[in-house]
């Protein structure tokens, strides 16, 4: 288990950009696939993007495609989501999670470690 702690996120107008990052203090976050949720009011927490151990395999969701790049710098315990072209619909508390190890995959339910969010508003 790791302890996740997110920052980086705020207000901003459509059309720009924010980086979120998520931080762990344990070694062994190096070697966990690391994902970003967002959950938005009313609605179920949906899958943003996720990096492998290495970060040489990521995925994303559909609608964050081509605006949305998730990196990590494992030096460092850190992921990071840069979120560019930003929608009032990206507006969202922004959930980091992990799990141990491969493959890595989109269900939530995989994952067993839990940030408690970052709060991120688009204006329009």
């Known amino acids: 288990q790791v302890q996740l702690v997110e920052s980086g996120g705020g207000l901003v107008q459509a059309g720009g950009s924010l980086r979120l990052s998520c931080a762990a203090s344990e070694p062994t976050f190096s070697t966990y696939t690391v994902s970003w949720f967002r959950q938005a009011p009313g609605k179920e927490r949906a899958f943003v993007a996720a990096?492998?151990?290495?970060?040489?395999?990521?995925i994303y969701g559909d609608s964050v495609k081509g605006r949305f790049t998730i990196s990590r710098d494992n030096a460092k315990n850190t992921v990071h989501l840069q979120m560019n072209r930003l929608k009032p619909e990206d507006t969202a508390v922004y959930y980091c999670?992990?799990?141990?190890?491969?493959?890595?995959?989109?269900?939530?339910?995989?994952?067993?470690?839990w940030g408690r969010g970052t709060q991120v508003t688009v204006s329009s």
């Open positions: 990096v492998s151990w290495s970060g040489g395999i990521t």
């Open positions: 999670a992990a799990r141990a190890g491969v493959p890595v995959v989109a269900g939530e339910g995989a994952y067993d470690c």
